[in-house]
């Protein structure tokens, strides 16, 4: 793990990602601009490569265009993921689920978190009134 080392910009973006729960550079940027307005791109991807490698943030699946999440909560957990909207949400489910999937893959052993992937509540509804 390397160090991270708190400046006003990792600061703020620390704040800004509690608000957010999960956030890309570029929207972490935008809602930081009307403060720093001299805030670059650049700077925000750096500081927030190395608060993720010394677990001050996490990261978190991709968005719906690949780019890179990042998340407030850096205690392991599972995601859902709207592949309408692209929303994202924790969730907890891997010791409800992993004794099913070790169950069905008989030999294998599952070591890592899930993502789920579906509707969430909004875009469902908004399908459902579309469909009829």
Excluded: W
């Excluded at 991270?4 to 570029?26: C, D, F, G, P, W």
């Excluded at 601009?33 to 010394?54: K, N």
């Amino acid at each position: 793990m390397v160090s991270s080392r708190s400046t006003k910009y990792t600061q703020a973006i620390v704040a800004v990602l509690m608000e957010l729960k999960h956030a890309t550079n570029a929207e972490l940027l935008e809602r930081l601009h009307g403060q720093f307005p001299e805030l670059s791109a650049t700077t925000v991807h750096r500081a927030t490569a190395r608060m993720a490698d010394s677990g001050t943030i996490a990261e978190a699946p991709a968005d719906t265009q690949g780019s890179m999440r990042y998340d407030a909560n850096v205690k392991p957990h599972d995601h859902f993921t709207c592949t309408s909207c692209g929303g994202i949400r924790d969730i907890d489910i891997v010791d409800d689920v992993l004794p099913m999937l070790t169950n069905a893959l008989g030999d294998c052993r599952v070591t890592g978190r899930l993502l789920i992937h579906g509707s969430c509540e909004k875009c469902h509804v908004k399908l459902s009134k579309s469909q009829v």
